[in-house]
């Protein structure tokens, strides 16, 4: 008798756990808001607009995804709404960019956005490719030891997603003039054609499409790419240009020893906010962990659809992209930055640029 | 009448160059040499814009404003200070609409606004006002269902599409 | 040579055109109310074309493209409203005439100026894209300030005889555009702690603001009509002759409009501007500016269409807008995985010269549905004027508020709308506030990167002296005319009332 009732209150019980965890993530019926501060026809507002409508497909209940632009103060407007209105309902995603991540890194008192409260999940990583005028006589990375002649790069400004090449151009010993005021890559890369400025880096996307055509005309040499992440976190090379070294590799053909030191540790950092985890779907903080579950699954399964392989290779630079746990663990290295590592980064910024980071 | 108020307003564009120099000078050396240079000079020649109409207006001379490049502005027989009060009369009326604007929401809103405007401007009837309302709530609501479009929300929040 | 026919192939597909129709009309509809034409009109229809096969989508795409400009001209004429980013000097001559009861004319005129213009425009465009990339990149930061420095001097053009006025109007706008983020640094200017000015106050609301406000106070309290005449005079069909007698302007302003129309970042703000004061200050007899002259509405919409054409070249060969709705195109090539770039004129050449067609043939579906809706839509013109403006308070303020949803937005328009009244009121010409906003920031940016880049060498670049030349070549020919006139209007002139 006692066995029968033993059994009878566990299979009860099995019955009571296994209901509320399937009850909270459903989404039929639903609409979720996914809020990217950015406008419509940008770079983060094209990526969230391609995995729409695989989150449709994939997240229990088929709700509607609905993309809702916020654009304002560099994304910092949208990433405060997002802070102060987003409620633990599963309702509510946002989609942040490196542009987002830089000003929360530096501290901006604007900011009121905290990534390190919400759950991550998933990630798309983004790759940079530097290359420089072949009138300068540098052919490979090696050329530029001891290279002292005066370049231009083109530049968005000192806080912008700019800190990676600037800080990356210092640590190299280049004497590079950073020119304020281009108003992105593009134009970046006109004034290059135009010879206004004689180095200068794209995303990997622009890089195929416009770059590699200027490297053939001989317009162009190739330099180093930032790196690409491996799945322990190490920045290893770009799959795109495979026979291009990565950034600390580029450092140590020049100096004969791997970089170390709070400058490579702000500017991995920053790398992997700017381009290694670029963009990141995030959930607001108290998000009961079944929906966080549900949606991680989701993007999980999202990556495996041969569909949107496609889209990746087509549109995103081809790059691996992460879910789950591994855009949490990567996400957290660009967390982990130490508070000196960050001083000393933005008193690289203020002195080198005369810029105070407000 | 006009002169005068034209004069306040010459008075307040001179100030409020004077103010673009003064901020100017708080922003770090990149930001600041545009509009610090460009308030400098435009404030040089707002105080010779001052200068000027003082002495048209003390000479008597017509309120000679108009420029070939601006829209006509000739009132004919309504006075100044006719014309004067009824704008004061729809900017209050803007702000009211914005406070209900602020209270129930944009449609609703906007709807009653046009619904009230309708009958006591435009001296219809109750049921065209009311016409023309429902053409407004309907345009609102076309708009928003097909290109997913945002009208501000009140406190009392009400179901779509009036709030 | 056979790219291009094969591609008009293409174009001619019935689905392909079923989908331009389709842009045409979407565009239209949306460009038509006040505020929501130019960029606005483009943000809003792009989230439309996401999902869609890329081959209709394009079309689609087009199509809207082609007639913002078109449909921009409605509010231009029909209450000086300015168009987001085109149909904005239309205001100048195109409401003078609506309000003498020829808005069809002036719209007629509009139609047929902007489908000669856009397709001139396509042809010019076909031929200089060979030469187009080394063209547009002997255009750098400094040659860029120049241009904006000569839709500037065009301020001198539009104040008559009050310049001391019209560069103050200028320079408000200036200081305006100049409010919110810096360009090249992470500074917040003029923005008194408030969040919404971060980023400046929009376009949208500043042309609004300035320019529709006014308008609806002024004809509420006058309590008419728009059309100061109780019937509507010359018809659409009038304008469509007076089109076609200035030929030589239509072309004249459309050559202007591709070539400015195709340097990348500029020429959507100031094209028409530039077609306007060209106009006056290259005619004889230029009493009638300003009042209803029907070349006035001829040169700048010839201008307008024409560099929407334009503005794809360095939208296609570089990624680099030619215009505010050309950025939003942008966005919608990407979204169809069209990566435009250097290579898109040895790879995809075909799709250029699809694009080229389709804008020429959208331009003319655009006018002629333009053209046929005048007739009804200028009888707005002599409603009494309370029973539209509710609907027009409607318009705006919902416009307004799409800028950045919030309700900065609302009040911003209200500020900006009291400031233009006052303005209209005691003679500051608001165009000249305009122009000011818009070019505040190519000003400075293309400055500043001079400066920064060159020193001060850059002002012995030739492009530099060429434009500079031609800049105080317009503005002499614009005071010694000036000089001519006071010459002689020593007496007779006085009663005219100027």
Request: overall charge positive; some cysteine.
């Amino acid at each position: 008798m006692k066995k029968i009732t033993y059994f009878l209150v566990l299979i009860l019980m099995a019955v009571f756990l296994a209901v509320p965890t399937s009850y909270g993530a459903d989404f039929s019926h639903k609409t979720i808001e996914w809020i990217i501060p950015f406008g419509v026809g940008g770079g983060s507002d094209v990526w969230a607009r391609l995995y729409a409508p695989f989150f449709q497909k994939y997240l229990p209940g088929n709700p509607i995804v609905a993309v809702k632009n916020m654009p304002g103060g560099g994304s910092i407007v949208g990433g405060n709404h997002f802070h102060t209105r987003a409620r633990p309902d599963g309702l509510t995603v946002f989609g942040s960019s490196g542009s987002t991540t830089f000003p929360y890194l530096l501290e901006n008192p604007k900011v009121k956005y905290d990534f390190s409260k919400y759950k991550i999940v998933f990630a798309s990583p983004v790759g940079g490719i530097a290359y420089i005028n072949p009138d300068l006589g540098v052919k490979t990375v090696k050329d530029l030891k001891g290279f002292g002649k005066p370049l231009a790069y083109a530049s968005q400004g000192a806080t912008s997603l700019d800190i990676i090449p600037l800080l990356a151009f210092d640590m190299m010993g280049l004497n590079v003039k950073a020119v304020f005021g281009y108003k992105g890559r593009g134009p970046g890369r006109v004034a290059f054609e135009q010879g206004e400025t004689n180095i200068d880096y794209q995303t990997s996307t622009a890089y195929i499409k416009n770059v590699r055509a200027l490297i053939e005309m001989g317009k162009a040499v190739p330099l180093m790419s930032w790196g690409a992440l491996d799945d322990d976190g190490n920045i290893v090379r770009d799959a795109v240009e495979p026979d291009l070294p990565c950034m600390p590799e580029a450092y140590e053909i020049v100096y004969g020893k791997k970089p170390k030191g709070p400058a490579f540790n702000a500017w991995k950092a920053f790398f992997l906010a700017g381009f290694g985890v670029q963009k990141a779907m995030w959930l607001p903080e108290k998000t009961p962990e079944d929906i966080v579950q549900a949606y991680r699954d989701a993007a999980t399964k999202i990556i495996t659809d041969p569909e949107f392989q496609q889209i990746v290779e087509k549109s995103l630079g081809g790059y691996p992209q992460l879910a789950g746990e591994k855009a949490r663990k990567a996400f957290d290295q660009v967390l982990e930055v130490s508070p000196q590592d960050r001083k000393w980064l933005i008193n690289w910024i203020e002195t080198k640029y005369n810029v105070k980071v407000k | 009448m006009m002169r005068n108020l034209g004069i306040v307003f010459s008075v307040l564009v001179t100030l409020a160059f004077g103010y673009g120099i003064y901020e100017a000078f708080s922003y770090a050396y990149l930001a600041k040499i545009f509009p610090l240079y460009i308030s400098l000079v435009l404030c040089v020649l707002a105080v010779i814009n001052l200068i000027q109409e003082f002495r048209a207006s003390r000479k008597g001379l017509g309120a000679d404003s108009k420029t070939t490049a601006d829209l006509e502005s000739e009132w004919g027989d309504i006075p100044m200070s006719d014309v004067l009060q009824r704008f004061s009369v729809f900017v209050v009326v803007m702000i009211v609409l914005y406070a209900l604007v602020w209270l129930i929401g944009y449609p609703l809103g906007i709807t009653l606004f046009i619904i009230i405007l309708y009958r006591y401007v435009s001296r219809t009837k109750w049921h065209w006002a009311i016409v023309a309302g429902l053409a407004g709530l309907g345009f609102l609501a076309l708009v928003s269902k097909l290109l997913y479009m945002d009208w501000p929300e009140g406190i009392f929040k009400l179901p779509w599409p009036l709030g | 040579m056979d790219v291009i026919l094969q591609s008009l192939a293409v174009v001619l597909q019935p689905s392909h055109l079923l989908m331009l129709i389709c842009g045409v009309f979407m565009g239209l509809a949306i460009g038509i109310l006040p505020g929501l034409g130019g960029i606005v009109g483009m943000t809003i229809l792009l989230p439309v074309i996401y999902g869609m096969d890329p081959h209709s989508a394009f079309g689609l795409l087009i199509g809207m493209v082609a007639v913002i400009p078109t449909s921009d001209t409605f509010p231009s004429v029909m209450m000086g409203i300015p168009g987001s980013s085109a149909s904005q000097a239309t205001i100048m001559d195109g409401y003078p005439l609506a309000k003498k009861g020829e808005a069809a004319r002036a719209l007629g005129a509009a139609f047929t100026a902007s489908l000669i213009g856009g397709l001139f425009g396509a042809l010019v465009l076909t031929i200089i894209i060979p030469i187009a990339r080394p063209v547009v990149l002997s255009f750098g930061s400094p040659e860029l300030f120049m241009l904006a420095l000569l839709g500037m001097s065009m301020v001198g053009v539009l104040s008559g005889n009050k310049p001391i006025k019209g560069i103050l109007a200028a320079g408000i706008g200036v200081m305006i555009g100049a409010l919110g983020d810096a360009p090249a640094v992470p500074e917040y200017r003029y923005t008194f702690g408030l969040d919404y000015l971060m980023d400046g106050i929009p376009l949208v609301v500043v042309g609004l603001g300035l320019f529709a406000f006014p308008e609806i106070v002024d004809l509420m309290i006058k309590g008419r009509s728009i059309a100061e005449v109780t019937t509507l005079g010359k018809g659409w069909l009038d304008g469509v002759k007076d089109a076609l007698k200035h030929k030589f302007i239509v072309l004249r302003c459309s050559v202007i409009g591709v070539i400015v129309g195709f340097l990348p970042g500029l020429g959507g703000s100031v094209v028409d501007w530039i077609a306007y004061g060209h106009i006056i200050q290259t005619t004889k007899d230029r009493e009638n500016f300003g009042k209803g002259d029907i070349r006035g509405v001829i040169a700048p919409e010839s201008a307008n269409n024409a560099k929407e054409g334009g503005g794809l070249i360095p939208t296609f060969l570089f990624g680099i807008p030619g215009s505010g709705s050309m950025a939003v195109f942008l966005g919608g090539l990407l979204i169809l995985g069209i990566q435009p770039g250097p290579s898109m004129v040895t790879e995809h050449v075909d799709l250029i010269y699809t694009a080229i067609w389709s804008l020429a043939l959208a331009n003319v579906f655009g006018a002629a549905i333009s053209i046929a809706l005048s007739k009804p839509i200028t009888r707005l013109t002599v409603i009494p004027f309370s029973y539209l403006a509710p609907f027009m308070v409607l318009i705006i303020t919902f416009a307004s508020y799409q800028a950045t949803r919030s309700w900065g937005d609302l009040i911003a328009l209200l500020f900006m709308g009291i400031l233009g009244w006052v303005m209209k009121q005691y003679g500051w010409p608001r165009p000249a506030a305009l122009i000011g906003y818009v070019l505040s920031n190519n000003l400075e940016t293309y400055l500043f990167i001079s400066v920064q880049r060159y020193g001060f060498e850059w002002l012995t670049r030739t492009g530099v002296i060429v434009l500079a030349v031609i800049i105080i070549g317009s503005l002499a020919m614009g005071i010694f005319y000036q000089a001519k006139k006071s010459s002689k209007a020593s007496g007779s002139e006085e009663g005219k009332g100027k």
